[in-house]
């Protein structure tokens, strides 16, 4: 099994909306937020993702973002071994 990581560098802070009138910064410039491959391709389509928080919820697009990212491709492997045990007498 194999999946991608993607890490998105803030350039815009993305606050969060907790139905107060003074809405928190939930990610400064400069955080990194790491994403699937699936939200990173809504991302690059233009679509706005809305993630739930504790108190509220964040809203963002790739324009909160720096242009270039870096992602990590990661393969998942299951199997089985022996150990090489001898019959004990």
């Known amino acids: 099994m194999t999946h991608k990581e993607f890490k998105l560098i803030v350039k815009k802070k993305i606050f969060e909306c907790t139905g107060t009138f ?3 910064v939930h990610y ?4 990194i937020i790491t994403v ?3 939200v990173f391709t809504n991302l690059q389509s233009g679509k706005i993702i809305k ?4 108190y509220g919820s964040i809203e963002f697009d790739k324009y909160n973002f720096e242009n270039e990212v870096e992602f990590t491709q990661v393969t ?3 199997g089985t071994r022996k150990l090489g045990q001898r ?3």
């Open 22 to 24: 003074a809405p928190a």
């Open 28 to 31: 400064k410039i400069g955080d």
């Open 36 to 38: 699937t491959e699936d």
């Open 51 to 54: 993630r739930f928080t504790g």
């Open 76 to 78: 998942v492997e299951y």
């Open 87 to 89: 019959n004990k007498r």
